[in-house]
Every structure is written in structure tokens, then in C-alpha cells.
């Protein structure tokens, strides 16, 4: 199976992960014009939806906890601004409409839920996104904490990172797909891409140990990679600019990465 699914050139859908891709995780991303509504319902799931761009109202229900309104959310133009996203947790079985008040783009990140656990649906403020600078020279990244470890969900684990042109990322090479914690932790993953200029492309690799999977693939605007195991490095070519929305779950919402021995000599640089 490719692990690389292309984004579509028109429609509502970007791009959606194919149903029984993962385990644990879905994913979609969507377009939407002025005035158009997007109903969701979470079932079984639990969701994240992130606001990538535009300004939207949201309007829902969750069964014994009653119906929420957020109204006028939305700041960014584009995900290559200094800016956090708005965002939205939803436990499962809500019903949810998102209804565009510009042109929109907004992702719909899913995993398994618990409706034992009594979580609410909330609403994410930009403010409430950890921000911070990982790695250092080439391998710099600016990375946006939206659905950490650190705060109340079930499965979901939601991060987006912009690389610099000529940089590296998700670098040296790591993977979560061993279940041993507290040594690592399984994590099944996407990697939604936007590229700047969108003209541009970007490279991601995935591969095992015993190179069961190894596929290197070209990425371009709204393009969506699969990582069911592996290492999964991406390159950003010189003159573009990456981002990728991220979304991990598996059967512990913890994340503890392996570096690939063969490239840890890189952490000494």
C-alpha cells in the first residue's frame, strides 16, 4: 500500500484517509466557501477539529451535557502565519456543524473515544497552544502544541510544525511503534502537508528496521502521508516552506519516541 495519499484538486474533501488505513487514527481535511456548513458526527470517536485557515462558527451537542456555540473564531489566512489555530475537542456521539464565514480550510482529526470518561467538548483558543523551537541549525523547527499529552482527551494527540526551507524535520530520524513504555510508546500517525509557495514539494521518508516498509515519497500541497510504524524524516527542499498537522493515538495517550541508531550520532552535532 502507498502511504502517501493525494490531495484532490477541487470539492469539498482536501484529502481523507482511507477507511482501514489505521487503527486508531482518521483524518480528514476540507474546503469550504463562504456561507457552506459542514456536519459532523463523532460517534464512536472522539474529534479534533482545527481550524487551518478562515473564520467559522461552530454549533453542537453532546448527548447529557447539552448543546455549545462558539461563534467567529478564526484569525489566520494561512498556516504559515505566526499565529496558533483556533481548535475543538469533541467526545464522542456529539453532533457538530461548522459553517464558513469566509473561505475555510478546517481539519477533522479522529480516534477512538470513551464515554466513560465524561470529558465535555471545549473549545481550544490560540493562546492555550504551547509554542516552542525544536532542534537547532538546519534541523530548526517551530513546532505548536494543540492536543498534548498535558491536557484532558482520550486517544488524540495533535501537533502542527513548520520547517524552514533547506531544513530537516521529525529529525534524526524517530518512531513510536513499540509498545514498552516508559522506553516508547505505540503511536500510530499522519502527516498532513501544506508547502509555501504551493507550487513547491517536500520529502518524507518511512521505513523499519528490518525495511519491511521503505518508501520515500515527493510531497505537495495538502498531500497526506500514512505512518503505521517506522522512522519518518521529512526534508524541506530550498526556496519552500513546510507545515504539517500531525495526529498520534494508539493504546496509550503517551509519547515516547526511539531515535534510529544509526542517525543518533546527530543529536552531538
Same mark, same amino acid.
Given at each position: 500500500?502507498? $502511504?502517501?495519499?493525494?490531495?484532490?484538486?477541487?470539492?469539498?474533501?482536501?484529502?481523507?484517509?482511507?477507511? @482501514?488505513?489505521?487503527?486508531?487514527?482518521?483524518?480528514?481535511? &476540507?474546503?469550504?466557501?463562504?456561507?457552506?456548513?459542514?456536519?459532523?458526527?463523532?460517534?464512536? /470517536?472522539?474529534?479534533?477539529?482545527?481550524?487551518?485557515?478562515?473564520?467559522?462558527?461552530?454549533? @453542537?451537542?453532546?448527548?447529557?451535557?447539552?448543546?455549545?456555540?462558539?461563534?467567529?473564531?478564526?484569525?489566520?489566512?494561512?498556516?504559515?502565519?505566526?499565529?496558533?489555530?483556533?481548535?475543538?475537542?469533541?467526545?464522542?456521539?456529539?453532533?457538530?456543524?461548522?459553517?464558513?464565514? %469566509?473561505?475555510?480550510?478546517?481539519? *477533522?482529526?479522529?480516534?477512538?473515544?470513551?464515554?466513560? +470518561? @465524561?470529558?465535555?467538548?471545549?473549545?481550544? /483558543?490560540?493562546?492555550?497552544?504551547?509554542?516552542? *523551537?525544536?532542534?537547532?541549525?538546519?534541523?530548526? !523547527? &517551530?513546532?505548536?502544541?494543540?492536543?498534548?499529552?498535558?491536557?484532558?482527551?482520550?486517544?488524540?494527540?495533535?501537533?502542527?510544525?513548520?520547517?524552514?526551507?533547506?531544513?530537516?524535520?521529525?529529525?534524526?530520524?524517530?518512531?513510536?511503534?513499540?509498545?514498552?513504555?516508559? !522506553?516508547?510508546?505505540?503511536?500510530?500517525?499522519? =502527516? =498532513?502537508?501544506?508547502?509555501?509557495?504551493?507550487?513547491?514539494?517536500?520529502?518524507?521518508?518511512?521505513?523499519?528496521?528490518? !525495511?519491511?516498509?521503505?518508501?520515500?515519497?515527493?510531497?505537495?500541497?495538502?498531500?497526506?502521508?500514512?505512518?503505521?510504524?517506522? =522512522?519518518?524524516?521529512?526534508?524541506?527542499?530550498?526556496?519552500?516552506? %513546510? =507545515? &504539517?498537522?500531525?495526529?498520534? +493515538?494508539?493504546?496509550?495517550?503517551?509519547?515516547?519516541?526511539?531515535?534510529?541508531?544509526?542517525?543518533?550520532?546527530?543529536?552531538? $552535532?
Amino acid at each position: 500500500m502507498s $502511504l502517501l495519499q493525494k490531495a484532490t484538486a477541487t470539492g469539498r474533501t482536501l484529502v481523507q484517509l482511507t477507511d @482501514g488505513a489505521l487503527h486508531y487514527v482518521g483524518f480528514a481535511a &476540507y474546503r469550504l466557501s463562504l456561507g457552506e456548513r459542514l456536519a459532523l458526527s463523532a460517534g464512536d /470517536r472522539e474529534l479534533c477539529l482545527v481550524l487551518l485557515s478562515g473564520r467559522v462558527d461552530i454549533h @453542537g451537542e453532546t448527548p447529557g451535557q447539552g448543546r455549545f456555540q462558539w461563534d467567529n473564531l478564526g484569525e489566520r489566512h494561512s498556516v504559515f502565519e505566526e499565529l496558533s489555530p483556533f481548535a475543538a475537542y469533541l467526545p464522542p456521539d456529539t453532533q457538530v456543524q461548522v459553517s464558513a464565514l %469566509s473561505e475555510v480550510q478546517i481539519a *477533522v482529526c479522529a480516534a477512538p473515544g470513551s464515554r466513560e +470518561a @465524561g470529558l465535555g467538548p471545549r473549545l481550544i /483558543r490560540p493562546e492555550q497552544c504551547k509554542r516552542s *523551537v525544536r532542534g537547532r541549525g538546519a534541523n530548526t !523547527r &517551530y513546532v505548536c502544541d494543540i492536543l498534548p499529552d498535558s491536557e484532558p482527551a482520550h486517544s488524540l494527540l495533535v501537533v502542527e510544525v513548520r520547517t524552514p526551507s533547506g531544513h530537516s524535520s521529525s529529525y534524526p530520524p524517530h518512531k513510536h511503534d513499540t509498545d514498552d513504555w516508559p !522506553r516508547q510508546s505505540f503511536l500510530e500517525e499522519t =502527516y =498532513y502537508h501544506q508547502v509555501h509557495p504551493p507550487q513547491g514539494f517536500v520529502f518524507q521518508r518511512v521505513y523499519t528496521d528490518d !525495511r519491511s516498509i521503505d518508501q520515500a515519497m515527493a510531497v505537495e500541497h495538502h498531500d497526506l502521508v500514512v505512518v503505521p510504524k517506522g =522512522y519518518h524524516p521529512v526534508s524541506v527542499p530550498y526556496g519552500y516552506e %513546510s =507545515y &504539517y498537522l500531525n495526529v498520534m +493515538a494508539g493504546p496509550k495517550r503517551v509519547w515516547q519516541f526511539h531515535n534510529d541508531p544509526q542517525h543518533s550520532w546527530l543529536l552531538d $552535532l
